[in-house]
């Protein structure tokens, strides 16, 4: 947990450097390839295109350019998913994918930094999240410990009324 507010560019490399490899096996919209179905998510649902730009599909060895559309026939520049869409996935504008432009699609906008932010923010969310279970391993460590070692834990601070201002020592358990 250290590690990640100490090193997080660390991380953050290896996040973009998962994501960069998983770009490079983009396959299309309709492919049933895992990195193709993740980035055809990803991109319409951050309004993004690639991890820099659209220009990252440029010299992407997997990316299938012809592909038959709503019908037509396609040489594509950008995938599909890097027009804009709405939330459920349909192109809002029928110039979209015949010609991409700043108007239609995402292809200036990378996913990069979008991502980021939410691998920063639900990174620190893991984080919290462990050190609140490692606070109540201990809690229940030391219940127990108090327990074996014959202490009522029912008369201890913690179970004090809070209008009590009067600490109670605990009292071992008479054998």
Not at 39 to 50: A, D, K
Not at 65 to 81: H, S
């Amino acid at each position: 947990m250290s590690f990640y507010y100490t090193d997080r560019e660390s991380i953050f490399k290896l996040a973009r450097k998962i994501a960069h490899n998983s770009l490079r096996n983009y396959h299309s919209i309709g492919s049933n390839n895992t990195d193709s179905i993740i980035y055809s998510v990803i991109m319409p649902t951050l309004n993004c295109c690639g991890l820099l730009n659209g220009s990252d599909f440029d010299d992407s060895p997997n990316f299938q350019r012809k592909v038959l559309f709503n019908e037509q026939n396609f040489d594509l520049k950008y995938p599909i998913p890097c027009c804009k869409m709405d939330a459920k996935f349909v192109v809002l504008d029928p110039t979209c994918p015949g010609e991409f432009n700043i108007k239609n699609s995402n292809i200036h906008e990378g996913c990069w930094v979008k991502l980021r932010q939410i691998i920063g923010f639900y990174g620190g969310m893991i984080v919290i999240c462990g050190l609140v279970v490692i606070l109540f391993q201990k809690m229940s460590v030391n219940h127990l410990r108090l327990e074996f070692n014959g202490i009522d834990t029912n008369d201890t601070i913690i179970n004090m009324p809070r209008t009590s201002l009067v600490y109670y020592p605990p009292t071992p358990k008479k054998k």
